[in-house]
């Protein structure tokens, strides 16, 4: 999950939105804030630029990135992954030859010209021998609580056992027979922390990889 950035251009009728996959409720939020303001979502990463986009003022489907940039193509590879190529490359990194595609850590489908984004590999929670991904249970958790994340951590059985931290959550016992209800059993969290606040990178985004390292730092408490 990442911190949603809002970037105005000089027509303060017109915002851009980016820096993650906008949620339909995110995107409610902001009409009520600014219900006379077009609002655009954009997707695309430092490497590859623009990739997809779409107006949002009507609401978005859940995962929806949008339509492609004219002249961007894209290549479903192995396990979803999702290869760029496009005018709007980066030049490359120092001393590397200029980049004829660019792969991405996202993982995703494309329907129709639209670009739909299940999450980032490197998210992916490895539990047992299923591959889970996180935004999955936070979609399924979030009007359980103000805010959630989750992610892996490490177990030597399982590989990675399943955490959901939560930000203000219903009691827990209620909270756990909602999620069952709405989960299969292998997607249900084995760990539920609290927390009063997340807390994000300083490219105000959130490190799955930092919260296993904070729990096992026991930064979070148990709900």
Same mark, same amino acid.
């Given at each position: 999950?990442?911190?949603?950035?809002?970037?105005?251009?000089?027509?303060?009728? /017109?915002?851009?939105?980016?820096?993650?996959?906008?949620?339909?409720?995110?995107?409610?939020?902001? =009409?009520?804030?600014?219900?006379? #303001? @077009?609002?655009?979502?954009?997707?695309?990463?430092?490497?590859?630029?623009?990739?997809?986009?779409?107006?949002?003022?009507?609401?978005?489907? #859940?995962?929806?990135?949008?339509?492609?940039?004219?002249?961007?193509?894209?290549?479903?590879?192995?396990?979803?992954?999702?290869?760029?190529?496009?005018?709007?490359?980066?030049?490359?990194?120092?001393? @590397?030859?200029?980049? @004829?595609?660019? #792969?991405?850590?996202?993982?995703?489908?494309?329907?129709?010209?639209?670009?739909?984004?299940?999450? =980032?590999?490197?998210?992916? /929670?490895?539990?047992?021998?299923?591959?889970?991904?996180?935004? $999955? /249970?936070?979609?399924?958790?979030?009007?359980?609580?103000?805010?959630?994340?989750?992610?892996?951590?490490?177990?030597?059985?399982?590989?990675?056992?399943?955490?959901?931290?939560?930000?203000?959550?219903?009691?827990?016992?209620?909270?756990?027979?909602?999620?069952?209800?709405?989960?299969?059993?292998?997607?249900?969290?084995?760990?539920?922390? $609290?927390?009063?606040?997340?807390?994000? #990178?300083?490219?105000?985004?959130?490190?799955?990889?930092?919260? $296993?390292? $904070?729990?096992? =730092?026991?930064?979070?408490?148990?709900?």
């Amino acid at each position: 999950m990442q911190q949603n950035q809002l970037f105005a251009l000089t027509s303060p009728e /017109i915002i851009f939105l980016g820096g993650g996959t906008l949620s339909p409720e995110a995107i409610n939020k902001v =009409r009520k804030k600014l219900p006379q #303001t @077009q609002m655009i979502e954009f997707y695309g990463s430092s490497e590859t630029s623009f990739i997809s986009w779409q107006a949002v003022n009507d609401g978005k489907k #859940t995962s929806s990135v949008g339509k492609l940039f004219p002249h961007v193509e894209l290549t479903l590879g192995p396990k979803y992954r999702l290869t760029v190529k496009s005018p709007y490359l980066f030049s490359g990194y120092l001393n @590397q030859p200029y980049p @004829q595609s660019w #792969t991405t850590d996202d993982l995703g489908t494309l329907k129709n010209n639209h670009l739909y984004l299940f999450g =980032r590999r490197s998210d992916i /929670i490895e539990h047992g021998a299923n591959k889970i991904f996180p935004e $999955e /249970i936070e979609r399924m958790a979030k009007d359980l609580c103000e805010d959630c994340i989750a992610f892996g951590v490490f177990d030597e059985r399982y590989s990675q056992k399943i955490a959901l931290l939560l930000l203000n959550p219903i009691e827990k016992e209620k909270l756990i027979k909602i999620l069952a209800q709405r989960l299969p059993k292998y997607k249900l969290p084995q760990i539920y922390l $609290e927390t009063p606040t997340l807390n994000f #990178t300083k490219n105000q985004k959130i490190s799955r990889k930092e919260l $296993e390292k $904070e729990y096992f =730092r026991g930064v979070y408490h148990e709900l």
